[in-house]
């Protein structure tokens, strides 16, 4: 079977384990189907921006084109630093854009998938936000009205916990453990009044379990420019990464855009 298409970030469904699902063109594959399978995935150069659609050279950010990179509203510097936004404002490139996605409430989280990790979320992207960062589980800290007020509290508490996952390591299964309920109740105590109103009580325990053959030992990521096609057997699906049985693994999300040919 071959299909064709531009790559986006895979869908995601909550189960056990969680299903995946690769649209490429106007067809779709569940990848959980492929696992097992040889599997071979080329890139022929072509890229399309995934907010325009015009082709590219080269993808900024999560497949944009330069111009959508320094202009939508996606690409903003309060994406990556959610204590700047402004769109509660009414300000932002887009106040619209912002009303819709930023003035919205958002929760702020606590998760294992390297290590442990504090995070932001809007209240529509649970569980799909730890899903596509790999961990194996979560609890929700805080909930708050709207974007600004999720990233100060996560400001606040950066120096007592990271805010980044080791790719390699979450993919290798190399999760350090922590109590979940015990380190809530830590970030809790180390918010001032202002932002600790919003904590809430609720203290359900997430556990997410990926489609995975095997876990591997080691790992090697593929970036398609450098090396246009990958082939070998799916052993697993974790994150947003395919992993392969030759310990090569290619992370969907990050080649957003890019045109290419699956078959299996």
């Not at 111009?67 to 204590?83: L, S, Y």
């Not at 290590?115 to 730890?130: M, Y």
């Not at 030992?217 to 057997?233: A, T």
Request: aromatic share 10%; with cysteine.
């Amino acid at each position: 079977m071959t299909l064709e298409g531009n790559f986006f970030k895979m869908p995601a469904e909550f189960g056990s384990p969680i299903q995946y699902t690769l649209n490429l063109g106007e067809e779709s594959v569940k990848v959980n189907d492929l696992l097992g399978q040889k599997v071979s995935i080329s890139f022929d150069g072509k890229i399309n921006c995934v907010s325009c659609g015009r082709p590219t050279k080269k993808a900024f950010g999560q497949g944009f084109c330069y111009p959508c990179f320094m202009n939508a509203p996606e690409n903003a510097e309060c994406i990556v630093r959610p204590e700047l936004c402004e769109g509660h404002l009414g300000k932002g490139r887009d106040p619209e854009w912002e009303m819709k996605h930023h003035v919205q409430p958002h929760f702020v989280y606590l998760a294992l998938s390297s290590g442990l990790k504090v995070g932001i979320t809007r209240e529509t992207q649970i569980p799909t936000r730890w899903i596509d960062q790999g961990a194996s589980s979560a609890i929700i800290l805080a909930e708050v009205p709207y974007r600004r007020l999720s990233g100060e509290i996560e400001v606040a508490l950066k120096e007592h916990f990271n805010d980044k996952t080791n790719w390699q390591r979450m993919l290798k299964g190399e999760v350090l453990e922590a109590d979940l309920l015990e380190s809530k109740e830590m970030a809790a105590s180390l918010l001032p009044s202002d932002l600790s109103q919003y904590v809430l009580n609720d203290n359900k325990i997430w556990t997410l379990e990926f489609p995975l053959l095997d876990t591997p030992s080691k790992v090697r990521s593929v970036r398609l420019e450098k090396q246009p096609e990958i082939e070998g057997v799916l052993t697993g699906i974790k994150g947003q990464y395919l992993i392969f049985d030759n310990l090569n693994v290619l992370n969907v999300r990050n080649h957003a855009g890019y045109f290419v040919t699956l078959s299996y």
